[in-house]
């Protein structure tokens, strides 16, 4: 049973979002599109590995978590991609969704990829997962659970890639698979697990455990890439073609661009502004926003949304929820 689905991570809305208001000439928007890119790929790895274990005939007290984030030091957080609980033993899922070749170096433990003929250096999978396997360990002791097996698997969700590795890089062979063959790999490690280690009131105690101490990536967007708030491009997003800014007209957003017309488009403007800025926003920051200079249009934009407030007057403030 999928007791925490796979949602879109925050992080990946903050990007599409700076992708689509920083300017083209600003330095850091290739930093930007990279970063994008390879955020977008992992999670359409996940949603791959999501949508096959979905439909994986699991025991009736198995457990699946997905993009779990747990914290294990002061500062310090460990993610995993995917958790199995079972009453035998925890098996956690790395996913890869890389194109072209990819080689598990065991000697130097690196994945060196090759595609169309250019190589570059990535960290070993098999490596980070197995870091992540002895950070849970940690975690559970601390947490004073008892003490469960954990195994690790690694598993590449590109059906066009080919993977290869060292001849006597063991690991690499045992704790990584095609997804086309992840039954029969969870199959395979299910066999070497005999005994019982928890029972079920362990496994929904264990569930609830993770779902409590779980912490979403949400990081200060603009500070991660070292930006500020004046190099965002502000105004509303045309739905249609997104050119920005649209202009209100007789209660309506208008593109000067494309001539799409739109109620609507400011709830879109400020979901932008959440994720960039502030969970919050008044009335004055709204206007700037949205290139508004009417401060009863905007009072009545933000109270047709039915947003919680706080304060009165010229101090109240609204929730982007």
Known sequence: MIVKPLSKPVFLEQLEVLKKRIPTAQPKREEIIDTHARISAGYAGEKALYSLLSKLP?????????DLRLPLYENFHFQLDAVLLTKRYVLIFEVKNISGTSFLDGIHRQLIRDKEGIQSGLPDPVS?????????????????????????????TNRTSVIKSSPDYADARLKTTRIENLAASIKQIHATHHN???NSDDINRLTQLFLTHHSPYDPNILERFSLTKEEIQIGVSCPSCGVIPMIRLYGKWSCKHCNETSKVA????????????????????????????????????????????????????????
């Open 58 to 66: 699991l025991d009736v007290d198995s457990r699946i978590l997905f």
């Open 128 to 156: 980070q997962a197995e870091r992540h396997r002895i950070h849970l360990s940690e975690w559970l002791l601390h947490h004073h659970f008892p003490s469960l097996p954990i195994d690790s698997l690694v598993v590449f």
């Open 196 to 198: 019982k280690a928890i």
């Open 266 to 321: 400011h709830q879109a403007a400020f979901n932008d502004y959440k994720l960039l800025f502030s969970k919050k926003i008044c009335n004055k920051d709204a206007r700037d926003f949205l290139l508004v200079q009417s401060r009863n249009t905007v009072k009545r934009l933000l109270s047709d949304m039915n947003l919680r407030s706080a304060g009165a007057k010229k101090n109240r403030y609204y929730f982007l929820e």
